[in-house]
């Protein structure tokens, strides 16, 4: 929080901004991805497995057949359709009525929070969280109430029960069940169903929030919470991680009910969505790509998650412990207590060339993940993965040697009587 005013001019800008700090995840963002760095930070898919010559054809096809593409225009309904039979891989039965078109799944969550949230009201998620979810509800200066995540089985659901016994009411619960972003971890099958009774009871609104659902390396596969309940969770998909990122295109799925307050809500931030991009994105998958383009992302991001699990195991310390994630990108380490990741950061960095995101970045404000990081897997060869996380791990060992030291030599005086 700062009272500092952030333009340093005379122009009153709204109250929220003045709490509002820049992304701490952006800011890294810029000190990691410097040429040279070898980096586990972005949440960036493979750029070489992005399927540019197939995309080409299918919008080249739309240019010259497709008037409309160019044009203002209706949501594309026969991207709903595919939609809906791509939820149905997803264990999902849905009609075109209940998906809403987004300019990406940022933009349905931001969407979502416009309508449910009062200025001032109470939201729910997890104490280490996606940034994209806490910088959606700042502006409503939210009473933000927080839930531990247990590394293995997700959601502490325990403590939403606690708190909705407890009497209160958030506008929304956000979650992320499949390979959570940061922390790699999925939610137990037996979480899922507690969390959506519960929501049920309280009638507190889901938002499911499943970029990741797609990209599942290990089965069994366990239902989005959306395919467990219609009434009360609010789904949202996107296609920037199964296709790519700069389509800018997602979907919510909802009850129908709420789709006229959707397009208000979004006509207010973009009008719509790229017609051009609708079009092309329904064209590649009428000409049946995308499920073999998912099958080879499943199959290279696996071997990349394999090969990073095993570099850590390999060269982490014995006493550092990590997610297994079953699909997404990310995995979440815990280092020894001693070791604080931010510190560790710049280190890697300036001495080895090899960059992540320290957990703060992630952290609701007042929860302590100091030596915590998260590493992505999705972005760099097998090779490269191995190369980073040795140097990585040469770090952190120099660093605990050096507290050793210095322990040592502080300790003699400790001793003195
Ligand atoms: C959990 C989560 N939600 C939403 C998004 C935003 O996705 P999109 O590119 O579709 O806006 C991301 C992007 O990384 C994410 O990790």
Redesign the pocket.
């Known amino acids: 929080m700062t009272a500092e005013h952030p333009l340093n001019q005379d122009i009153s800008l709204a109250d929220w901004t003045y709490t509002m700090s820049r992304s701490v995840l952006r800011q890294m963002i810029g000190v990691v991805s410097q040429p040279g760095i070898l980096s586990f930070a972005g949440?960036l898919p493979a750029p070489e497995l992005f399927p540019a010559a197939d995309y080409a054809a299918a919008i080249t096809h739309v240019l010259a057949t497709d008037p409309k593409a160019l044009q203002y225009g209706l949501p594309f309904a026969p991207l709903k359709q595919h939609i809906v039979q791509l939820m149905a891989q997803r264990g999902i039965t849905c009609t075109t009525e209940q998906i809403f078109l987004t300019t990406?799944?940022?933009?349905g969550?931001d969407v979502l929070a416009r309508l449910l949230l009062n200025p001032g009201g109470q939201v729910m998620f997890e104490e280490v969280v996606?940034t994209?979810i806490q910088q959606v509800v700042a502006p409503f200066q939210p009473h933000i109430l927080t839930i531990s995540t247990d590394l293995a089985q997700g959601m502490a659901v325990h403590e939403v029960e606690a708190h909705l016994a407890n009497g209160a009411r958030p506008a929304f619960l956000y979650a992320?069940p499949d390979a959570h972003?940061p922390l790699g971890v999925s939610m137990s099958q037996a979480r899922r169903q507690q969390l959506v009774a519960l929501a049920v009871h309280y009638n507190i609104p889901l938002i499911e929030?499943d970029?990741y659902g797609l990209l599942q390396y290990d089965a069994p596969i366990m239902p989005p919470l959306r395919a467990l309940n219609d009434s009360h969770v609010l789904y949202?998909g996107?296609?920037?991680k199964i296709l790519a990122?700069a389509l800018?295109l997602?979907w919510i799925v909802a009850p129908e009910a709420l789709m006229p307050k959707l397009a208000v809500a979004k006509e207010a931030s973009d009008l719509e969505s790229s017609a051009l991009t609708q079009r092309a994105v329904s064209a590649y998958m009428d000409a049946g790509y995308l499920p073999g383009h998912v099958e080879q992302l499943r199959v290279a991001y696996g071997h990349r998650r394999d090969a990073m699990l095993a570099a850590l195991c390999n060269y982490f310390p014995a006493e550092a412990r990590w997610t297994v994630p079953k699909g997404g990108m990310f995995i979440w380490v815990t280092l020894p207590a001693e070791v604080d990741a931010a510190a560790l950061l710049h280190t890697a960095v300036a001495q080895e060339q090899v960059a992540f995101i320290p957990g703060h970045a992630f952290a609701v404000p007042g929860h302590n993940v100091h030596n915590c990081l998260r590493l992505n897997f999705s972005n760099c060869s097998v090779e490269i993965i191995d190369e980073g996380i040795k140097r990585l791990a040469n770090v952190i060992n120099s660093i605990r040697k050096m507290n050793l030291e210095l322990c040592d030599h502080l300790m003699p005086q400790y001793a003195t009587p």
Not at 104 to 107: C, E, F, K, L, R
């Open positions: 949440g990406g799944a940022q933009q969550l996606y994209g992320i972003n929030d970029p949202v996107s296609f920037s990122p800018r997602g």
